[in-house]
């Protein structure tokens, strides 16, 4: 394991299925260590108009990642005239951390790629070692025992985007205040039919003060 995987291991990732769409919420802070690297950090990321992925770990790896989670996915575009599957994405992404894997060096992140295809909602959570399950709700990062305690109580299965905003925001506001590595703000983004859109400061203000 490379000695990265020691130092990035803060964040707070959390995605869940609506019947209508899927929503990924994020926090912002950026850590090595006990340092504070940055506080606006991007960790969730627009693919395509109906996926999305957010990322745990290493930054500079994660963010290459998305990169070519970004160039595959306009190809397939190009060749197929349509777009890709939320699963085929997914897939592609997990095909990648397992190759790194059988050269005895997973990469040092965790990832959730999230979206609305023709067969509807869907978020898939991936690990360092190319392992994909499909989720209903699922959290990763040092944050996520706190999220949990949020998601398992109070997540819904098939309810809609609107009634699963505020307990997605909740969620990572919770982890926000109990894990030293996650915190500052947070960054929420939905993925439904009409394509993604992040919340603007004034919603997600609207939302954790309500």
Known sequence: MPKETGILKGTTTVGVVCRDGVILGTDTRATMGNYVASKHAKKVYKITDNLAMT??????VAQRVVEILKINARLYELEK???ISVKSAARL???LLFSNREVG???PMQALVGGFDETGPHVFNLDPYGS???EKMVSTGSGSPFAYGVLESQYIEDSA???ML???VKAVDSAMKRDVASGDSFDVAVIDAAGFRELSPEEKAA???N
Do not use: D, F, K, Y
């Open 105 to 107: 060096n997973p990469l």
């Open 81 to 83: 005239n349509r777009s």
């Open 55 to 60: 990322i745990a770990g290493g930054v500079a």
């Open 207 to 209: 939302i954790l003060n």
């Open 161 to 163: 985007v609107s009634e």
């Open 93 to 95: 992404v997990s095909n």
């Open 166 to 168: 505020s307990v997605v």
């Open 132 to 134: 994909l399950t499909e």
